[in-house]
Structure formats: structure tokens, C-alpha cells
């Protein structure tokens, strides 16, 4: 264990908005002389957010499967311990999905365990200027309770907002109770180290309302680890919870998908949020579609290729996977 409380940072934010990205961002900007290590919650049980974020050489660790609210007893302290032993990190970032609920990751972080062995920086909920537009968005527990325990709100993709909508946010962010630290805005996730520090402003939480912990709207289960590729080189998970439903797949790193029309076959898929690493016939490389706009990165290499499909629906497994294996390349 560090000798001293490790800076800590929450990152919160709805599906899509760029919590990844901001901390690949992040990590760039760490000091040569520091350990930084990061802690990831995915809804979907294939690994994609971490596998990115590993690529900036930070330590990191995975919970997945599901929203943190529901893992942040025993297995999201059991990967925070060993996160903690294993890197000895000088800071700490804690990515939870964008449908996890703060107030359970909030009060672990919290408790006396922790007490000495972390010290809580400001908590950054980022915001799409353009959802506030939607009223069904602003009035989601998940975001209201994502916004109140933020002491920094952060307006990100402000490249593909109005004035207006800027504006908007602005005022909104200025109404808040309890009062932010501050509200800002950027694009791309391009957050600014010293925005991390200082401490968490103990904003008070509701806890989550009953029906948010509903069977209707949860899954339990604990993910089974992944198996070896070269016992089964094409492996497909689902998962489904607070009305959402993913498909995901880890596949190995030699199975080739022809470019142009897996990104075709992408581009028409009804699902609120995609994001993969594959390897395909034009090389390595990421893929992350959110509020229908597919953007595509190169990679030099990946251990595995990697693809995990959200959305409000169910999603008709068989005929995806069956689907996603035609766009593979023979071998």
C-alpha cells in the first residue's frame, strides 16, 4: 500500500459522452515521474475500455459487467485492492459505467477502509450540452444523481453544439444545487490535469430509489472471466440492465473483418452506443459510434479484437453473430 492517501478522481457521465476518451486525455498529460493507475466499470463483459486505456501505460483494472452500483460491494473492492497493491499508483482514476449509480461507489471510497488509503478529489460528471434539450434525459435519476455529486461540471463535444445550446448548459449548470466548484467546458475530452485536484466537496446523495434495484431493471450475475483465445477463439457475452441490453465479442487477434462493410454493417445498426477494437483488412483499429456518428482510429496492434453493442432493445444475438462472422476475411 502507498504510504500516503492517493489522489483520487471519479469520472462520471452518460453512455457515449467520452469518459474513455477524457481519460486517455489524462493520461497523456501525466508527469514522467508518476505511477497513474485507472479503475474501469463497463456494462458490457468484453473489456474494451480497458484494452484502450492500457494503451497509454497505465495500470489498470477492470470490473466488468454491469453498472457499478450493483458491483461496488465485494468486486469492485476486491479490484480496487489489488489495483492499489499492484501499482502503487501517485493517482488514481475511477472510470464507472455511464449507467452506474454514484452514491454506492461513493460511500466504499468512503469508508474507513479507505479512509487512509485514499484521498477523494473533485468529482467530474461531463455532460452533453445537447441532451439537455430533452427533457426525459434531465429528469433520468441516474443523471440527476451523476450531476449532484459532481463538484466540477464538464460540457464536453462543445464542437458539435449551437450557441444556444451552450448557452443553455451555462445556466443550467449555474442553477445546480449544491452549488458546483466550477463548470467548463471543452471538446474531445481534453480535461486539464490540474483540474483534478483539490477535494471532494461531500456533496449528500439520495440513495438510488427502490425501483432502480428492481429485477425488472438488473442483472445480478457476476461475469464469468474470459476464456483463453486459443481455447475458443470466438467468444460471444450478453448482459442487460437498467433497460438496456449488450451484445459484445472477444475474438482472436488473427481473425481478419473486411473494413468497408463491417463499417457499413455497423453504421446501420440500431443501437444506442458501439465500440470495438478490431483487426481489420486495413489494419488495427478503434471504433466508437455514439448518437449515430461512427468515428474510426488506427491502432499499431491489439491483443484481441474486441466489440460490445448497446441499446434500449433486445438485441437478437444469433443474427448479429452470425451476421459479424459473414464480414469476417476466410482464412
Known amino acids: 500500500m502507498a504510504t500516503s492517501p492517493i489522489p483520487t478522481n471519479l469520472i462520471f457521465g452518460t453512455l457515449g459522452v467520452g469518459k474513455t476518451t477524457t ?193 425488472d431493471h438488473h442483472n445480478h450475475h457476476e461475469p464469468e472471466p474470459l476464456a483463453s483465445l486459443q481455447v475458443q477463439p470466438w467468444q460471444v457475452r450478453h448482459n442487460q440492465g437498467q433497460g438496456y441490453f449488450s451484445v459484445g465479442w472477444y475474438i482472436a487477434p488473427e481473425v481478419q473483418f473486411r473494413e468497408t462493410e463491417l463499417l457499413a454493417w455497423l453504421r446501420q445498426a440500431r443501437v444506442e452506443r458501439c465500440k470495438g477494437l478490431l483487426h481489420t483488412s486495413g489494419g488495427w483499429c478503434s471504433i466508437n459510434m455514439a448518437d449515430g456518428a461512427l468515428s474510426v482510429a488506427r491502432l499499431e496492434q491489439a491483443k484481441a479484437s474486441r466489440l460490445e453493442l448497446i441499446t434500449h432493445q433486445q438485441l437478437d444475438a444469433e443474427a448479429l453473430d452470425k451476421a459479424l462472422r459473414a464480414l469476417s476475411v476466410p482464412n
Open 23 to 215: 481519460i486517455q486525455n489524462l493520461l497523456k498529460q501525466k508527469p514522467d515521474d508518476e505511477r497513474w493507475a485507472v479503475l474501469v466499470n463497463e456494462f458490457g463483459e468484453v473489456g474494451i475500455d480497458g484494452s484502450l486505456l492500457a494503451e497509454q501505460g497505465a495500470h489498470i483494472r477492470e470490473v466488468p459487467g454491469g453498472c457499478m452500483c450493483c458491483v461496488a460491494g465485494l468486486p469492485m473492492q476486491i479490484g480496487l485492492n489489488r489495483l492499489i497493491h499492484e501499482a502503487q499508483p501517485d493517482r488514481l482514476l475511477i472510470e464507472p459505467t455511464g449507467l452506474g449509480h454514484p452514491h454506492q461507489i461513493l460511500q466504499i471510497l468512503g469508508n474507513e477502509h479507505y479512509q487512509d488509503v485514499l484521498t477523494l478529489g473533485p468529482v467530474i460528471t461531463l455532460v452533453d450540452p445537447r441532451k439537455l434539450d430533452d427533457p426525459r434525459f434531465q429528469d433520468h435519476e441516474l443523471f440527476q444523481a451523476q450531476v449532484q455529486a459532481a463538484d466540477i461540471l464538464v460540457a464536453n463535444k462543445t464542437d458539435q453544439c449551437t450557441h444556444q445550446q451552450l448557452n443553455r448548459f451555462e445556466r443550467w449548470a449555474a442553477d445546480q444545487l449544491p452549488a458546483k466548484r466550477q463548470y467548463l467546458s471543452t471538446q474531445q475530452g481534453q480535461l486539464q490535469t490540474h483540474w483534478l485536484e483539490g477535494h471532494h466537496g461531500d456533496a449528500l446523495l439520495p440513495p438510488p430509489s427502490p425501483h432502480h434495484h428492481g429485477h
